[in-house]
């Protein structure tokens, strides 16, 4: 049984905003503050009710602002704290939610913090990062090479996961405990009503073993963050690279207080190699079992579980599950079907709402991620150009980066000038204006599936009853509550006769334009839910 504050939590619907990419209102071809504001009315017409921004907080944004110099000031080229209050202000009049990016685990190298820690072993903010004399472990930073960087200054090494310019944070020490519980009081005194968590397990080190994982201080850290009175309302996302049930339960359950819920990625990684960029084919059914065992162990132990396939870090989703070349509207519908129906908070990426797949481009220029970079500079003499730009054009983080196109004009809609990285190379082919002309939408489509979540409980709360089998090309699942009770039909790549076990069934939606009622032959990737 979940308390009240679970429960709603469990009304959540979550879009996430990459700001430099979303929509420019200056002119200047960088996405801003004020292009969320402006958006706000479709937004709402979408059927979301919060919005998680990723970073714009001061940054030299070496990765688009992950790199933070201020927490508590806006970075310019995004607006000012002037925008984000009267974006608060703006959402929560229409009963939006807003969500923003905590980077607990670094800073930037031009924070405050680090530029005073490094000038000796002995100031205020020394022991504010991890400085050794020699590396510590075999640490390798998660973007290729050492973890380790040789300070000058202060003739030490300094740990950075990520890019040299981005040190963790010395969470040992209370005093930097305190500034971050500074940092989430700020802004939800301002009004923000909760946090996604920036690879928040990785705040607790243990170095005695070479391989990165949870130290042992995860929990009291997380839970002194989040579990004090100031911070209890809020909703939590953490972004958790972690496989165990256990840690799932321990970090997630509602009496511990630490985290609302979190990302787990199984599903995420099944179609790419573990870290790495490279294609394998996967097939809806294998998809299907992850969600069952993952909904299994949210019904088991009470979790919210984030129903999420698109985020700034992948490619898109349908662009590495079905055939998204022939079938788009009817794979895009699909997947959003099997994951949206399903108990656990939805969270949508930009432009994912109407169909964007990944982009293509025939050269290093056309991409900016710091990562990508990074990995065309290890490898290529390794792999070659052409095997590396292959490799990015199927996993960059770039993919899900490319400007929104919101309408086939130069610059899509985006901006009135070249943006900072090149348009999606798809643009009109797919855009929201092309999509929204077409008897096809996927925007409508997933409009009437969210109406459908929020005017029927038993999508938010209902007990899950699988009826199809593990051989099945097919999903087939109840949901029920009280006396209330759907049933959602999902087929996947082959046609296949799929009969239900009731004398009757009314259709609520479809993405086959042509069905009428339950009857039994279905298309590829053709989903129906029906009330019984
Ligand atoms: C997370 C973010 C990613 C960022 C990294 C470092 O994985 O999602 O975009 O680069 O953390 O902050
Ligand atoms: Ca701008």
């Not at 004020?34 to 059927?47: N, P, W």
């Amino acid at each position: 049984m979940f308390g009240k504050k679970y429960n709603d939590f469990l009304k959540l619907v979550v879009y996430q905003v990459y700001p430099r990419s979303f929509k420019d209102t200056n002119s200047d071809g960088i996405g801003d503050l004020r292009g969320i504001i402006e958006k706000l009315d479709y937004l709402k017409e979408l059927g979301i009710n919060a919005i998680w921004i990723c970073p714009c907080f001061k940054s030299p944004q070496v990765d688009n602002g992950y790199d933070i110099s201020d927490y508590c000031d806006i970075q310019p080229e995004l607006g000012n704290m002037d925008d984000i209050k009267e974006l608060i202000e703006k959402a929560h009049k229409l009963g939006i939610k807003i969500l923003m990016d905590l980077v607990a685990n670094h800073t930037s190298s031009e924070h405050k913090w680090f530029k005073e820690s490094k000038k000796s072993k002995d100031n205020p903010y020394s022991d504010y990062y991890y400085w050794f004399d020699e590396p510590q472990a075999t640490y390798g930073s998660i973007w290729g090479g050492s973890a380790w960087e040789f300070c000058e200054e202060r003739q030490q090494y300094y740990l950075h996961r990520y890019h040299t310019t981005m040190p963790d944070l010395n969470w040992t020490n209370p005093k930097v405990r305190k500034e971050i519980y500074d940092v989430v009081d700020f802004w939800s005194g301002l009004g923000v009503d909760g946090f996604r968590c920036d690879v928040i397990t990785e705040i607790s080190k243990d170095f005695s073993k070479n391989q990165m994982g949870m130290g042992p201080h995860i929990h009291e850290y997380i839970n002194g963050l989040f579990g004090r009175p100031e911070a209890e309302h809020l909703f939590t996302v953490g972004e958790c690279w972690v496989w165990s049930k256990e840690e799932y339960c321990k970090l997630t359950k509602e009496e511990r207080k630490e985290l609302s819920t979190m990302f787990q990625f199984e599903h995420i990684l099944f179609g790419k190699k573990k870290g790495g960029y490279m294609p394998e084919p996967q097939s809806l059914t294998a998809l299907r079992d992850i969600l069952i065992r993952w909904q299994e162990v949210s019904y088991e132990n009470d979790l919210l579980y984030p129903l999420f396939t698109d985020n700034h870090d992948q490619p898109s989703f349908i662009s590495r599950v079905g055939d998204y070349k022939n079938k788009r509207y009817e794979l895009a519908t699909c997947i959003a079907t099997m994951f949206y129906t399903l108990r656990g908070i939805p969270f949508l990426f930009q432009g994912q709402e109407f169909g964007t797949i990944s982009p293509h481009y025939d050269s290093i220029d056309d991409f900016r991620d710091v990562s990508a970079i990074n990995y065309y500079n290890y490898n290529k003499d390794e792999l070659g150009e052409k095997t590396i730009l292959e490799h990015l054009n199927f996993g960059s983080r770039d993919n899900a980066r490319r400007p929104v196109a919101w309408d086939d004009s130069e610059f899509n809609g985006f901006s009135d000038v070249a943006p900072w990285i090149p348009l999606n190379s798809n643009y009109k082919e797919i855009n929201l204006k092309k999509d929204r002309e077409s008897k096809k939408s996927i925007f409508e489509f997933y409009k009437s599936l969210l109406k459908l979540r929020k005017e029927n409980d038993e999508i938010i709360y209902g007990e899950l009853k699988v009826l199809s089998q593990p051989e099945d090309g097919y999903w087939l699942f109840e949901r029920e509550l009280g006396d209330k009770k759907i049933v959602v039909c999902c087929n996947f790549e082959n046609e296949n006769k799929i009969t239900l076990p009731y004398n009757s069934a009314n259709l609520l939606i479809t993405n086959n334009l042509e069905r009428k009622d339950a009857s039994c032959d279905y298309s590829a990737y053709e989903v129906a839910i029906y009330r019984i």
